[in-house]
C-alpha cells in the first residue's frame, strides 16, 4: 500500500454539509449568533465528517471544506487588499452549462487594490492543528490554487500602481504561497491540494477566447502558471506532497466549461512540478485520454477522477476498471491512482446527490483501488 500521497483511492476534499450547518451560517450572517458560536459548530461538524472518511475507508482525511462557502472564495478574501467583485463587465464572462435550466450565472471576481499579503496567523494553520488532532489518518489541506486570483480578471483586476508590472504580483502570490505552505509543514502537514479550475478552463475554446479578450495568451498562461505553482511550491519540505486538482465548474450538479486536455498536457505536465494531477474525466467533457501521453516517466501520480459527483447514478466497477485500462495504454498503471472527478461540495450547497450517494461512491474508489493496486 502505498504511504505517500497521493493515495491510489483518494478524493477531491470537499463533502456535502449538513443543514443544520448551513442554517448556523445563516444565523451568523444575520446576527443570531456569533462567529465563535458558528465556530463551535463547525468544530462539532468536522468531528462527524473525519469519522464519516474513516468509515468510508478514505486514507486522506479533510475537514469537509465545512469551514468554507465555497472551495476558492473564503480562502482568497482572506488575503490582504484582495477584494471580490460581481462587476463582471472587467472580467471573463463565464456562461454556466446549467442542467436545471435556470438563467446562467457568473463567478466570484477576485480584485487585487494594493500589495498582497498573508494574514498574521496565516490561513489554514489553525484548522490543520484541529483536523488533526481528530485523525492518526494523513490529513489533506485544500487551497485553491494561486493561480484563482488571476485568470479571472486579468491585468485590469490588479492594482497597476502595487503592481505596475506583472512579475511583481505573481512573485509576491507565490510568497504568500510558500509561507502558507511553511507553516502547514512545521505544524506536521505533510499533503496539500491546490484546486485549479483556470488550467482546466484552457481547454475549452470559448474560455480561451475569453482570455485573449482581457488582453492573455492562452498558449502562454500554461506556461506562466506552471512558474507560478513552482514557485508557490519550491520549498515545501520534502515530505509535503503537493498535488493539483483541475476542474471545468462544479456547481449544484453544474459545469462552466468542456474540453480535453490537449492544449495544456503537454506544458502542464512536464512543467509544472507537483507530485500529482486530479484530473476530471467522469464525462465526455473531459475528452480522451490521448493527452496523457505527455506525462513524463518518474513518481508524477495522475489521479484519474472516473466516479462522478454531479449525479447519483452509481458507476460499476467493471466500467471503471476498463476505463482505467484505457489510461494505461499511454501512462503507466503505476502512475495511475482513482477518485472521484471532483468534490461532492465544491460551495455550500453541494451537489444534487444524497450523503448515502456520496458514502456509496468513495467506497467504490477504495475497493477498485485495492482490487487493481493493493
Known sequence: MRTRPPFRGDHVGSLLRPETLLLS?????????????????????IEEVVKFQEKAGLLSITDGEYRRESFHVDFISKLRN???????????????????????QMPYI?????????????????????????????????????????????????????????GDFFTDLARVYREELSDLGDAGCKYVQFDDTNLAYLCDERMRENARQLGEDPDELPETYAALINDSIRHRPSDMSVCIHLCRGNAISQWFASGGYEPIADKMFNLTKVDGFFLEYDDERSGGFEPLRFVPKGDVTIVLGLVTTKFD?????????????????????EQLALSPQCGFSSNAVGNLISVEDQLAKLRLVMEISQEIWG
Not at 29 to 35: F, M, N, Q, S
Not at 138 to 165: C, L, N, Q, W
Open 313 to 333: 447514478t452509481l458507476e460499476t466497477k467493471d466500467e471503471i476498471k476498463r476505463r482505467i485500462d484505457e489510461a494505461s495504454k499511454f501512462v503507466d498503471i
Open 25 to 45: 451560517r445563516e444565523k451568523m450572517k444575520r446576527g443570531d449568533i456569533t462567529p465563535k458560536e458558528l465556530k463551535m459548530h463547525e468544530d462539532r461538524c
Open 110 to 166: 477576485p480584485y487585487i487594490d494594493g500589495k498582497i499579503d498573508r494574514p498574521e496567523g496565516g490561513i489554514e494553520i489553525e484548522n490543520f492543528k484541529f483536523i488533526k488532532s481528530l485523525t492518526d489518518r494523513t490529513v489533506k489541506i485544500t487551497v485553491p490554487s494561486p493561480t484563482m486570483t488571476h485568470f479571472r480578471g486579468g491585468r485590469e483586476a490588479i492594482d497597476k500602481i502595487a503592481y505596475p508590472e506583472m
Open 82 to 104: 484582495v477584494t471580490s467583485s460581481w462587476d463582471f463587465d472587467k472580467a471573463v464572462k463565464l456562461g454556466k452549462e446549467n442542467i436545471a435550466g435556470k438563467d446562467k
